[in-house]
């Protein structure tokens, strides 16, 4: 069954000025290759350096682009064949397609078509060899050379018009950062290695609520967006989330040993499948050093209250996306147990003055994590995910 992605922690749509992503640069390959071509027939054809020169669709399907992709940057930015023997298709050789996968990877972390055909043009050799040695480039090699100029990030030249409509194959990123834009384009050409790499990078440097507000929910905003625009996205949220939830896992599993004797419950409410901000404020919370039960989508009632008596738990957040979802009476039925359990509504959904009083009310990760840490460990100073506290 088909449903709508989800649109996380308070992300809104309909911003009037915005920055897009294109799919222009990733379309999905429809071009067949040439009998007896490339790597569909005999193999790639030897020129008369005797290096292997390769077809438009051996190339294509090599960087996972189309056709039509290759040619639409050898006419727009000069990122073509070097061999135009008449009458005879056309070739590309090694540094050929070095190039073009420095300007791939350079899109997928952010750059802008020309600002990413720019670098690759210009990058020196022993610098283009030693980015393409080993296939696919670090993330450090995509990057200006020391003679090249600086990749410009936003709204740069290439870019589809700021005033395209939102869907097909176009995200809106309005603001948005050189890991974001990078993300959305990665998620637009179904490149699970390049999201979970970039989603591990910010994880890494900025913490799981920083890279939650930064990179990752924009972009999931913007795959909610455009199917609500086209109906199209399902499988890129799909495949987005799989890859944010297991950069989640890899960063909870460096965590250090949690200090709290017992954990905070986290839970979504009844019919609330959106569970992905609930796995990153767990991550958050174990990298603090805060032990946590989840407990996943969509739980019933009973099998809460079952819960709570079962393991005594420090703090329960339960947590609301959307507010038809949000019943006050869920956070009421919390049963009281012999040592007190502090009690949050997590999310967007809830309504504050509707709240019990008793319960408090946190609708974004980085207050939750803030929040939940205190009541658990007791007020500490102020760090990074990851960090000690004093």
Excluded at 323 to 340: C, E, G, I, M
Excluded at 357 to 383: H, I, S, T
Aim: net charge negative; with cysteine.
């Amino acid at each position: 069954m088909t449903t709508q992605p989800e649109t996380h922690d308070g992300a809104t749509a309909g911003d009037t000025h915005h920055d897009v992503v294109g799919m222009a640069d990733f379309p999905e390959p429809t071009e067949v290759e040439p009998p007896g071509t490339g790597m569909g027939g005999t193999g790639p054809e030897t020129g008369r350096d005797s290096e292997p020169r390769l077809t438009v669709a051996a190339v294509a399907r090599r960087l996972g682009v189309a056709p039509a992709t290759l040619r639409t940057w050898d006419r727009r930015y000069g990122l073509g064949p070097s061999d135009h023997t008449s009458g005879r298709h056309r070739r590309y050789g090694p540094q050929d397609v070095a190039r073009l996968e420095l300007m791939q990877h350079a899109l997928l972390r952010g750059a802008s078509p020309a600002e990413a055909a720019r670098y690759a043009l210009t990058s020196p050799l022993p610098a283009l060899q030693a980015a393409t040695a080993v296939g696919r480039p670090p993330v450090e090699a995509v990057g200006p050379s020391p003679g090249a100029e600086p990749l410009l990030l936003a709204g740069g030249e290439g870019e589809p018009d700021a005033g395209a409509g939102v869907g097909g194959r176009v995200l809106r990123l309005p603001g948005a950062s050189r890991r974001a834009r990078g993300l959305g384009r990665a998620a637009l050409a179904m490149d699970a290695a390049a999201a979970l790499h970039l989603v591990a990078d910010a994880i890494a440097e900025d913490g799981v609520v920083g890279a939650w507000d930064g990179v990752i929910r924009p972009v999931l905003a913007a795959v909610g967006e455009r199917w609500e625009h086209s109906g199209a996205g399902v499988a890129v949220e799909h495949m987005l989330n799989e890859c944010v939830m297991t950069a989640l896992a890899r960063a909870t599993a460096s965590a250090p040993p949690p200090c709290n004797p017992r954990p905070v419950l986290l839970a979504c409410v009844p019919e609330d499948q959106h569970v992905l901000p609930l796995r990153a404020l767990a991550a958050a919370l174990a990298l603090r050093g805060v032990g946590s039960l989840m407990l996943g989508p969509a739980l019933p009632v009973d099998a809460l209250v079952a819960a709570v008596r079962r393991t005594a738990p420090a703090a329960v957040v339960l947590w609301a996306q959307l507010p038809h979802q949000a019943d006050p009476r869920l956070l009421a039925a919390v049963p009281r147990t012999r040592q007190r359990v502090r009690v949050f509504a997590g999310g967007p959904g809830w309504e504050p003055l509707l709240a019990p009083a008793q319960v408090e009310v946190l609708e974004a990760l980085g207050p939750a994590a803030d929040r939940v840490e205190q009541a658990v460990l007791g007020p500490r100073g102020v760090a990074t995910d990851g960090l000690a506290r004093t």
